[in-house]
């Protein structure tokens, strides 16, 4: 479904940090567009739903109060904000984002590199992606996909923004598994890293519609940088994040390129005006490469992952990728 006008069908785009500057030709009227979305946004906001209905799913299974003394905690520890009943959570010292236990979330799809590997179940790689660790994890995720996704959604439409999502989450769940073998990960912070790099690819690919070029990339690679160092905290999943933001970075080059000015309004202009191309020349040559990268690496990673290869054995500094080790925690 679309709202106002479809940009893409008419030639025209308009840019995340200001309106565009078209070329000074007579053919500018044809492909001016001064509205600020071009599609509905439903499928980010659906989403959003379908994480937190299954968080309180999660939440219901767990059974706090009844399964207390199975998970662990013994008898002095009480669950927390026990007047919600069996959606309580656990107790602080067990899960302090306010959620259930590990236990739990192992049952129902975590990832975890011995069922991938050794019990043949690689449906965690996407499973693990709508499950969260605690009300904090959620909440902070969420927040981020409706800033970071609706704003996309309304540009690219949901078929895309949905295939970068759902193949971004699954590529920082298999560099994460190919790190990761002694803990388990969940949450949707790889799929929101691709949605990140894509809008990075985004800007690259489309560099020519863009008004205020260096503060746009200046801004996005500032915010991305920050993300991608709170990573190298304790208890963080930096392999996830690296391995969507890659994985969504070289989607965007594929899914989101937008056409010449005025390709899509061609018909208005003189024959000697017209243009040949869709595309420009480095669009396409950055769309052959990445599709290649794309295929390669999912490849080599998953191959990799189901053969049981333990990635840090084979890269000593990978380690500090994700766990920067300080005089103040250890990793």
């Known amino acids: 479904m679309m709202g106002n006008r ?110 991938v590997v050794h019990g043949h179940q690689g449906w965690r790689l996407f499973t693990c992606i709508w499950l969260h660790a605690g009300v904090v994890h959620l909440l902070a995720n969420m927040l981020s996909l409706v800033f970071i996704g609706i704003r996309l959604e309304q540009q690219f439409g949901f078929v895309r923004v949905g295939i970068i999502y759902l193949l971004s989450g699954i590529g920082g769940s298999v560099l994460s598994c190919l790190f990761i073998q002694r803990s388990i990960s969940v949450g949707a912070s790889g799929a929101l890293f691709g949605l990140l790099g894509a809008m990075l690819s985004e800007l690259l690919t489309n560099w020519s519609i863009y008004t205020n070029k260096a503060a746009a990339l200046i801004t996005l690679i500032i915010i991305i940088a920050i993300n991608l160092a ?44 017209r243009l040949k191309s869709k595309f420009k020349a480095y669009q396409y040559v950055l769309l052959l490469i990445a599709s ?31 766990c920067l080790r300080t005089s103040r925690w250890s990793c």
Not at 39 to 64: D, Y
Not at 94 to 105: A, C, E
Not at 242 to 266: D, H, K
């Open 6 to 115: 479809d940009l893409e069908r008419e030639g025209g785009a308009k840019p995340r940090n200001g309106s565009y500057q078209p070329p000074p030709t007579a053919a500018a009227p044809y492909y001016m567009e001064n509205s600020e979305s071009q599609w509905t946004s439903w499928l980010v906001p659906m989403i959003v739903v379908a994480n937190v209905a299954m968080f309180i799913v999660v939440m219901f299974v767990n059974n706090c109060p009844s399964n207390i003394n199975n998970f662990g905690s013994g008898g002095r520890r009480q669950c927390v904000a026990r007047f919600l009943g069996r959606l309580s959570f656990q107790p602080l010292q067990d899960n302090p984002l306010f959620g259930p236990s590990s236990s739990t979330l192992q049952n129902l799809g975590a990832l975890e590199w011995d069922k």
């Open 230 to 273: 709170v990573g190298l905290l304790p208890h963080v999943d930096n392999y996830a994040h690296i391995g969507g933001f890659m994985s969504g970075f070289l989607l965007g080059f594929v899914l989101l390129l937008r056409p010449q000015f005025g390709w899509l309004e061609r018909q208005h202009l003189p024959a000697e005006g």
């Open 292 to 322: 290649i990268l794309l295929i390669v690496g999912f490849t080599v990673g998953l191959v990799m992952l189901f053969r049981g290869v333990k990635a840090n054995e084979h890269c000593d500094w990978c380690r500090y990728l994700s």
